[in-house]
């Protein structure tokens, strides 16, 4: 098996957890397991043979496959995929313009499915999803949400244009602590370094994220979780205890 290059029609988890993910949430896309003759220790290794059994799925026991493709010598299983698009739904989403970074990717899936969105929207040129440091920085979150590239902004909003949009940007016109969300709407960030274009001001209702002179700016997934915080808000008000 060879190390995953853009493009590729298969890529794979790389963990015991994420790979666990992929089999409870998208079992049918799922070519093999590859495992490691030491994963008996691991607690995950019952859940990752029953999952297997159940979708009829084959576990391979192969070292040299692990120690391959993963960079961490932690690794345990690894669960090879077919990669996949769904178009989104509607309902609120995130939109990423030219994201570059693997590590804010995975790491806003994963705290977009915390708040309870499950569509996002990629404008490119932007970084891959299916790149295994996304999966794994994701933990599995990929497996559970709708994620479609668009080639534009324009072309995003042909198909959702009904949506309240809401740029993030240091120029925002209202203060984030000043905005009622309207829904369904779309968060709209920038790229890492560069942000976005002033045209976005344009687009709906401009918003910023006030903060003290002592920092420059917050990152990318700094910024899409206080988003996500704000405008997440009336589904979780009423909740007295976290489970």
Do not use: W
């Given at each position: ?64 496959t692990i120690n391959k493709l993963s ?128 045209i976005y001001m344009t687009y709906g209702q401009s918003v910023f994220i006030p ?33």
């Open positions: 098996m060879k190390l995953y290059k853009k493009g590729d029609d298969s890529s794979y988890t790389l963990g015991v957890f994420p790979t666990i993910e992929l089999l409870e949430h998208k079992p049918d896309i799922v070519k093999r397991v590859v495992v490691h003759s030491s994963i008996e220790e691991n607690r995950g290794y019952p859940k990752i043979k029953e999952l297997c059994a159940s979708h009829h799925i084959p576990i391979d026991v192969h070292d040299a960079p961490k010598s932690n690794c345990y299983a690894i669960g090879v995929f077919k990669t996949f698009y769904e178009p989104l739904q509607k309902g609120n989403h995130i939109v990423l313009v030219n994201p570059m970074d693997m590590g804010n990717m995975g790491t806003i899936m994963r705290t977009m499915l915390g708040f309870g969105y499950q569509d996002l929207a990629i404008i490119r040129p932007a970084v891959d999803i299916f790149n295994p440091h996304v999966v794994r920085s994701s933990m599995g979150a990929l497996f559970s949400l709708r994620i479609h590239y668009y080639e534009s902004i324009d072309e995003y909003l042909k198909e959702f244009g009904d949506h309240q949009c809401y740029p993030f940007m240091l120029k925002g016109a209202k203060n984030i602590h000043q905005v009622k969300p309207v829904t369904p709407h779309s968060l709209i960030f920038g790229n890492e370094s560069s942000g976005l274009d002033d903060h003290t002179n002592a920092i420059d700016s917050l990152n990318l997934a700094q910024s899409v979780g206080i988003g996500l915080f704000h405008f997440s808000q009336e589904a979780f008000n009423k909740q007295e205890v976290l489970r």
